[in-house]
């Protein structure tokens, strides 16, 4: 009985995503085309980035309750320590989604 109902609950999700995409599908083609991976590795590149600054704010933040754990006394100069590297680990990824949001839309030119 379940597998009808995972069927139905895909077939309704199809036919919502046909019905909210025509629009797309009914404008005009542009007369060139040109296709390369310079979107694809942007997104890519966006994905990774993302993924490795919430790995490294995860460690910091485990590494600096760990240190105020076993060293209370020491804890507002762990955590001023952690915002600063925190601030530059977030500046360092928006850089990089930045740069490649810029490749992806073909703005940048080498």
């Given at each position: 009985m379940s597998i009808f109902k995972?069927?139905?609950?895909?077939?309704?999700?199809?036919?919502?995503l046909l019905v909210s995409a025509a629009p797309a599908f009914a404008?005009?083609?542009p007369t060139t085309v040109l296709f390369s991976g310079s979107g694809l590795?942007?997104?890519l590149g966006m994905g990774?980035?993302?993924?490795?600054?919430a790995l490294g704010m995860g460690k910091i933040g485990a590494a600096a309750l760990d240190g105020m754990a076993r060293q209370?006394?020491?804890?507002p100069r762990i955590q001023t320590a952690m915002i600063i590297i925190a601030?530059?680990?977030?500046?360092?990824?928006?850089?990089?989604?930045?740069?490649?949001?810029v490749v992806g839309n073909g703005k940048a030119t080498f």
């Open positions: 995972t069927a139905k609950t895909f077939g309704f999700a199809f036919t919502a404008q005009n083609q590795a942007a997104g990774l980035t993302i993924i490795g600054a209370p006394e020491v804890a601030a530059m680990l977030e500046g360092a990824t928006l850089a990089s989604v930045v740069l490649c949001f």
